[in-house]
């Protein structure tokens, strides 16, 4: 069995076989991006500056949209679902960290530590939240192949 060539710069990109790394960066791009399009808008473009509710309201609307892409994706899986959210909430953080370098006022509304720490507890509320459901439902899972059992190993009949 021959196996594949590999090219020089390929061992850099073998993180990306790792799914939750791999939708971790893309979802902290995403994010980064809406980011950074939402500050540009907001502070370049003066005949927008009437329309700062609705535009503070639609991009808020993405960033949780985007925010979901790792918990949709790793609904069953809690820790992997924490390392991705985690993952792309760090590049979002270093992108906030970047902006308050150009956009002084930035980090008096919130530093990028209470932006990460924000972002981390959020995601490891909803992990949490995964995992303690999967928990009651292999419970309740268990609880009834019991009881379906018993009834019948025994040779009696249930009643309720």
């Known amino acids: 069995m021959a196996t594949r060539p590999q090219l020089p710069g390929m061992q850099w990109f073998l993180w990306l076989r790792i799914a939750s790394l791999r939708i971790g960066v893309l979802t902290g791009i995403y994010l980064s991006c809406v980011f950074v399009a939402w500050l540009e808008v907001a502070n370049r473009v003066p005949a927008l500056w009437s329309f700062a509710e609705l535009r503070n309201l639609v991009a808020g609307a993405i960033l949780i949209v985007l925010l979901g892409i790792p918990v949709l994706r790793f609904l069953h899986r809690p820790g ?3 390392v991705a959210g985690l993952t792309a909430w760090t590049l979002m953080t270093v992108t906030y960290l970047v902006a308050e370098v150009h ?5 008096s509304r919130m530093g990028a530590l209470h932006v990460f720490v924000l972002g981390a507890v959020s995601y490891g509320f909803v992990a949490v939240l995964d995992w303690v459901f999967l928990m009651c439902a292999g419970v309740r899972h268990q609880h009834m192949v019991q009881s379906r059992e018993t009834p019948a190993s025994t040779g009696r009949h249930h009643t309720h």
């Open 80 to 82: 992997r679902l924490f």
């Open 103 to 107: 956009f002084t006022l930035l980090e």
